[in-house]
């Protein structure tokens, strides 16, 4: 006898979960977790409601699964920009790059960052999604840290700086990136305002020349 083997009997899988997921974040980001109905999310990943609802669950669930998403992404990239095999400003600077590529990505034009852009908003009243994004943002304030800290072992920064501040000050210069992308500004612009917070980062740590203070003072 010939054996016949053992195939599945089920309907195949008629989409890709990953697929579906970017292409649910897109319309979320472009128009916002309130203005995205589940129309245009069918629309977008090319599934009925029915077929959405039993592959993500409902719309809240979906967008949250999309903003896990974009937050694994984002510190993915991050951890390879800050890795440690260029010196500290190369490493901000690839940063700063990567990042507004994504900011200046869809084809609407300059979205900005997923988080800030749609999270912060729905977070003032969902106490669950406001410490998702709280803990998005510690994330990348650790990662600047660790290699805030990393420069300063290797002596490119001085021993009394502060790596929890300047991460801090790191972070604050990618929302400012983010911000200031989805309102309008160039990216040659930005890639400028970018340059400038690398030089500051990497030399404002730096104590000032006891000679200049000493003048100042006279």
Known sequence: MIQKSKTSRGRPRAYDPDTALRQAMAAFWDAGYAATSLDDLSVATGMNRPSLYGAFGDKRTLYRKALDQYRAMGEEALAQALARDVPLDEALRRAYLAALSVYFSGGMGARGCFMIGTAVTEAVADPELRGTLRSGFRSFDRAFEDRFQFARYQGELPSGADPAILAKLASAVLYFLAI??????????????????????????????????????R
């Open 180 to 217: 200031r992308s989805r309102a309008g500004e160039t990216r040659d612009a930005l890639e400028a305002i970018a340059e400038g917070a690398v030089a500051f980062l990497c030399g404002a740590a730096r104590p000032p020349d006891r000679r200049r203070r000493a003048d100042r003072t």
